[in-house]
């Protein structure tokens, strides 16, 4: 395991000693939550966490919590998740982050806006000053409206890319969506270009997660920091 990977395991260990007996637990979806998901799982088998459900954000979290033997449910109104473990591409000096790498924002989103706590884990490489020093912000549109909202993105300024699949052919989340990359460079105020792209009918959804961490926990090179964001978490 190369040192990243190494960091990224630190990180996703360190979030489930938030979790609880009993609890209803959002899986991320990406290699770090994966990490988080592997440690649920061992915990379960030695005895330390009991009665724990789990609701995955896409098809491959849900592939992968089912080969750790976890219990998968579907997400229900009548009660919240009480702890999302869950990755990012970049987390800004507010803690506001770029997620979707892994394609899965929608889902992600869904299951932050219905978390009573959200614990971001990451390595130290997911740092930056602002959202767009180190990563587009992924876009989720309607095949309809592709290159309509390609221009739209486009006047906003920086490059927009059609994401690939590794066949080729063009990356399809399990909404059966396309995404667009979308190079936004720095962004002095993330919040504005996020209620930018959701007011457009043709996104269905965008990257840019502002103000929905709770926690932050990132694994640098000598330490484990767990950076609280949320009052009462």
């Known amino acids: 395991m190369g040192k990243t990977e190494e960091l990224k395991k630190a990180a996703g260990v360190r979030a489930v000693d938030f979790v609880r007996a009993g609890m209803l637990v959002g899986l991320g979806t990406g290699s770090t939550a994966e990490f988080a998901i592997e440690e649920i799982s061992r915990r379960m088998r030695d005895g330390r966490l009991s009665g724990i459900s789990c609701v995955p954000s896409s098809e491959r979290t849900k592939n992968f919590a089912e080969a750790m033997g976890l219990d998968l449910v ?65 876009v989720e549109v309607l095949q309809f409206a592709l290159e309509a909202e390609k221009g739209y993105l486009e006047s906003l300024g920086g490059e927009v890319r059609l994401r690939l699949a590794r066949d080729g052919s063009p990356f399809s989340t399990d909404q059966g969506n396309l995404i667009v990359d979308w190079g936004s460079g720095e962004m002095d105020d993330p919040s504005f270009f996020a209620d930018r792209l959701s007011a457009r009918a043709g996104i269905v959804e965008h990257g840019l997660f502002i103000g929905t961490a709770s926690d932050i926990i990132v694994a640098f090179s000598q330490e484990v920091k767990h950076f609280v964001t949320s009052p009462g978490s």
């Open 74 to 138: 579907e997400l229900d109104s009548a009660r919240r998740i009480d702890v999302t473990i869950d990755g990012a591409d970049e987390i800004d000096s507010d803690f506001n982050l770029i997620k979707g790498g892994g394609g899965a924002l929608l889902r992600e989103k869904v299951l932050a806006q219905n978390s009573k706590r959200n614990i971001v884990v990451a390595d130290e490489s997911k740092l930056s000053r602002r959202l767009g020093e180190r990563f587009p912000v992924p």
